[in-house]
Structure formats: structure tokens, C-alpha cells
């Protein structure tokens, strides 16, 4: 019973009737809203489990850091299992420490011979944390854009969904028209079906492209911006531990 409702169904779809009753450019405006739709779902799910991924990883990395803070250059973590997931906190992490080495090595190997430091160490000037501060910046800058890549292909669809519908709605219209005028035949009302069934499902199906891609590109920015906010919470929180430890301080 089950199966015969199925077929029962799909032999009275309203959407493959139509589909089966138009022409080359009917077909093919059908065609191109299926693609921008299922297009959109995969934008929207790979993002949805990049961006979940990279939320858990950092908020683990972010656990990690806080307790190792009274050392904030020897967090250490296994790199093949970091490297092989999205971590942007990681990520931050791992060029803060790599510039910060940098120039801490620099300042032991320049620093002022007049003034030698008895315990060997060095530290960094307002001029090295700004310097750093602004690597990170950029940085946050890279990884919103990786998180960003693609979604402009679900700005496009929700702009282009609902013109390929409209045009499905005025083709039809106007094959229908066409055909009352080269039939005078009483298989008018077939005609008339048949061209008005294409131009309802195509509206139909671009706002059914249009509108999950609406919600998701909404969705995936307000959650894109949000994580923006959280690096850059972070890059100051690390920042601010390797200034707390390192910085020199002018005593007068």
C-alpha cells in the first residue's frame, strides 16, 4: 500500500508534469534551479561543519593555553593531530610564538653590549608588540576569510533563484499565449495547463532555491562575525601574557 501511494505520488507530481510538458528552455530554467539549490545545501553544510570544527578545536586550544598562562611560549600539543583539523586559535597562537621567538633572539643577539644582561634574557619593546599585534590582526583577517570562501555562491542564489522563476513564470505565459493563438482546436485548456503549470512550479522552486540560502548565508555570517569577535579576544588575551612576561619596563 505504502509503495503504491509512492508511485501514485510521483506519477502526479505537479512539478516532473510540468517538467515533462515544457520545452528546451522550460527544462533547462528547471535544471538550473535544481543545481543553485542543491549547490546551496552543500555550501551550507560544509561551512556549518568547518565553522562547528574549528569552534571546538579552538575552544579546546583555548583550555589548553589557560593552563599553561604562567608560560605563555610553551603551550605544546601533538601538531599532526592540530594541523590536520581547523583550529584558528592554534593558528594565532602558532605565529604569535614564532615572531615573538623571533624577536626575542634578535634583542639577545643586538642588544646593547654597554648594557649586558647578566641572566642572558631578552625582552620586547612597545615598537616588537606592536609589531606582533599587528601580524595577528592580519592573521584574524585570513582565517574570517577562509571561513567566509564560498559564500558568496549563496548571496548569488538567493538573487538568481528568484529571476530564474520569474523568468519560468513570463516564458510560460507566454508559450501559452502562443499556442491559444496557432490552435483553434478545443485543446485549448490543455494548453493553458500546460503553460501555467510552468510558470507556478518554476516560481515555486526559485523561492525554494532562494530562500534556504537566504537563511543559511545569514546564518553562516552572524556565526563568521561572532567567531571574528572571539579571535580577537583572543589575540589580545595572548598578547597581553607575552607583554605581562616579556615586556621591559622602564624603572625611574
Known sequence: MFVNNNIIFLTSNPFLEAFSQSDFLGKSIFAALFILSITSWIIFIQKIWLTLRARKNSSRFYTLFQLQRSNPLGVECDMQTVQKQPNPF????????????DILNKNRRFGSSSAPKPDNSSYLSPSDIEYVDAYLMSAIAQQTKRLEKNLFILST????????????????????????????????????????????????????????????????????????????????????????????????
Open 90 to 101: 592554534f593558528d594565532l597562537y602558532s605565529l604569535l610564538k614564532k615572531h615573538t621567538l
Open 157 to 252: 542564489v538567493v538573487s538568481l533563484g528568484p529571476f530564474l522563476g520569474l523568468l519560468g513564470t513570463v516564458w510560460g505565459i507566454l508559450t501559452t499565449f502562443a499556442d491559444m493563438q496557432s490552435h483553434t482546436s478545443g485543446s485549448t485548456s490543455q494548453i493553458v495547463l500546460g503553460g501555467l503549470s510552468l510558470a507556478l512550479a518554476t516560481t515555486v522552486l526559485g523561492l525554494v532555491a532562494a530562500i534556504p540560502a537566504l537563511i543559511a548565508y545569514n546564518y553562516l555570517k552572524n556565526v563568521t562575525q561572532r567567531f571574528e569577535i572571539e579571535m580577537e579576544g583572543f589575540a589580545t588575551e595572548i598578547l597581553a601574557a607575552i607583554e605581562i612576561h616579556y615586556r621591559k619596563v622602564d624603572v625611574r
